[in-house]
């Protein structure tokens, strides 16, 4: 069993930058590849980013490549998003997820899911 909570939404003008985290609970962390997805109302939950357990492998979405980066470390069973440049389109809430195994792109493969945490950037 794995527990998340995400941490460092906010509000943010287009341009700017924040930078999420996700705080997973259990020992096993570095078993599970790490994503984040974000949602917007009436909208199915779309992929951002994805890490493998070292960090090795990463994958992102055409919409965020040259802007988000995302890392972990396993001391800290923390994984990061680091957006920047961020646009007015990348308001939603975003959410972490992990999955054993490796990275993936669909919100239907990944097994536990943080509460989320609302980004907005106004125009």
């Known amino acids: 069993q794995v527990q998340l909570v995400e941490s460092g939404g906010g509000l943010v003008q287009a341009g700017g930058s924040l930078r999420l985290s996700c705080a997973a609970s259990?020992?096993?962390?570095?078993?599970?590849?790490m994503g984040w997805f974000r949602q917007t109302p009436g909208k199915d939950r779309e992929f951002v980013t994805a890490?493998?357990?070292?960090?090795?492998?990463?994958r992102y979405a055409d919409s965020v490549k040259g802007r988000f980066t995302i890392s972990r470390d396993n001391a800290k069973n923390t994984v990061y998003l680091q957006m920047n440049d961020l646009k007015p389109e990348d308001t939603a809430v975003y959410y972490c997820?992990?999955?054993?195994?490796?990275?993936?792109?669909?919100?239907?493969?990944?097994?536990?899911w943080g509460q989320g945490t609302q980004v907005t950037v106004s125009s």
């Open positions: 997820a992990a999955r054993r195994g490796i990275v993936r792109a669909s919100s239907g493969e990944y097994d536990y």
């Open positions: 259990g020992r096993t962390f570095v078993s599970y590849a």
């Open positions: 890490i493998n357990w070292s960090g090795s492998s990463t």
